[in-house]
């Protein structure tokens, strides 16, 4: 059995790259065998695992057609975990996937042949809703969707869901919710209270236990090239990580 996990907001810098380099990390030090796919051109889930962002080819040329996605699958220095990176070029995607009829299907194609290869695979969205995310929708089985516990946190969410639903309706109707998760928590401040209060209650049963809170180490682990468990294994960034797997895996 695999599954793959979309990890999608339109709602940029709200944790979705720290979410799915940190998810991908810790179910990989379980020694099950994870493939990240980096979707964005800002390539931050590749260069936050070391791997530099010119690489060929990546994730651009699988979409375009001109390399099978297997031969674009790179090493990372965690033993069970591989990546797809991105790279800059990736942006072009967005103008010259929706040239081509049934492009949303692109990614879904062609991870199939290589998907059985991985318990779980992990793609980290753009901060839009645009070719890029449709495609990881559509390859998808569920959908992890980060929300920063700040002011405006649940501004952008029905519009995700409906955009959600439709995807389920039109392109695949495999596609569930795993569920939301607080990001970003100050748990000093009211401000993350009253957000964490407010989103649970519009979302009841939707949001995982698991909160992920601000964290110095979390924040600085990317500049190291590394996801925040190698880098501090004992810091609550880690801590809450290792814990939010747990549920992730639970929920199935
Ligand atoms: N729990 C945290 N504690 C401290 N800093 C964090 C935490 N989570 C994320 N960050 C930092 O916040 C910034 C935005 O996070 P991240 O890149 O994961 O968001 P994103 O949703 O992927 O952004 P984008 O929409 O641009 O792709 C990054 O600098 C990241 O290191
Ligand atoms: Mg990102």
Redesign the pocket.
């Known amino acids: 059995m695999s599954t793959v996990y979309a990890i999608a907001?339109q709602k940029?810098?709200?944790?979705?790259?720290?979410?799915a380099v940190n998810l991908a990390a810790c179910i990989a030090e379980a020694e099950y065998e994870v493939l990240l796919i980096d979707m964005?051109a800002?390539a931050?889930a590749t260069v936050g695992l070391g791997l530099p962002k010119d690489a060929s080819p990546s994730v651009y040329d699988v979409l375009a057609g001109d390399a099978p996605l297997e031969q674009a699958i790179q090493r990372t220095a965690l033993e069970h975990l591989a990546i797809v990176p991105a790279s800059p070029d990736l942006a072009g995607a967005n103008v010259e996937l929706p040239r081509i009829g049934g492009s949303e299907h692109r990614l879904r194609d062609a991870l199939a042949p290589v998907r059985d290869r991985f318990a779980f695979t992990i793609l980290?969205c753009?901060?839009s809703l645009g070719p890029l995310t449709v495609n990881a929708l559509v390859a998808a089985d569920r959908v992890i969707v980060?929300v920063q516990a700040e002011y405006y946190a649940l501004e952008g969410l029905a519009g995700l869901l409906d955009t959600l639903s439709l995807i389920q309706r039109e392109l695949n109707p495999r596609l569930t919710i795993a569920g939301m998760v607080l990001?970003?928590h100050d748990g000093r401040t009211r401000l993350a209270q009253d957000v964490e209060q407010e989103v649970r209650s519009h979302f009841p049963q939707l949001v995982f236990e698991t909160v992920?809170?601000?964290?110095?180490r979390?924040?600085e682990a990317?500049s190291f090239g590394q996801p925040v468990i190698h880098h501090d294994p004992h810091c609550a960034?880690s801590d809450a990580y290792f814990e939010l797997a747990r549920e992730v895996a639970a929920r199935g």
């Open positions: 907001n940029g810098g709200v944790g979705k790259t720290t979410t964005d800002q931050n980290d753009p901060p980060p990001t970003m992920i809170p601000r964290n110095v979390i924040g990317p960034g």
